[in-house]
């Protein structure tokens, strides 16, 4: 079984091929502007899962699934003869959910600010429902309650 280094350093190589694989050799018009954000290796180095961002809308990410899946040989062949390991890895991509997952905690830290404001400005305006201080204070109004100093 290999070490956890050697997984990364081959995991951070692995994402270096890919990406220039798609810049230079991959001519598929399906592909659009995708990004490989991180590639994460079994720790037998058999298996790489390739994780990817597509700008664009849902037809975009579609074709460029079909386009990366139609081109993984090509691009696992290379991977293999510019690594240099026994046994090339089988690649499998994945559409990252980052952009979409940091949007979404974007808008409700957003919401949130807002209902802070809110109350803020609320709790500005407000008044006590009686007095400020509703505590007695040591020689304040005793005579009246018949209590001796």
Do not use: C, N, W
Not at 124 to 131: L, R, S, V
């Amino acid at each position: 079984m290999a070490d956890t280094g050697r997984a990364r350093k081959l995991a951070e190589r692995v994402q270096q091929v890919v990406a220039q694989m798609l810049d230079t050799r991959v001519k598929d018009p399906r592909l659009g502007f995708v990004t490989v954000t991180e590639v994460r290796v079994t720790g037998d180095l058999q298996h790489a899962d390739v994780y990817y961002t597509v700008l664009g809308d849902d037809e975009a990410r579609a074709d460029s699934a079909k386009a990366l899946e139609s081109a993984k040989g090509i691009i696992r062949s290379e991977v293999g003869k510019q690594t240099g390991i026994r046994l090339t890895p089988t690649l499998a991509f994945h559409l990252d959910a980052v952009p979409e997952t940091a949007a979404h905690l974007e808008e409700a830290l957003a919401a949130a600010a807002r209902r802070d404001a809110e109350v803020q400005r609320l709790a500005a305006a407000a008044t006590y429902a009686g007095d400020a201080d509703p505590y007695r204070r040591p020689g304040e109004g005793d005579e009246e309650h018949g209590e001796r100093p």
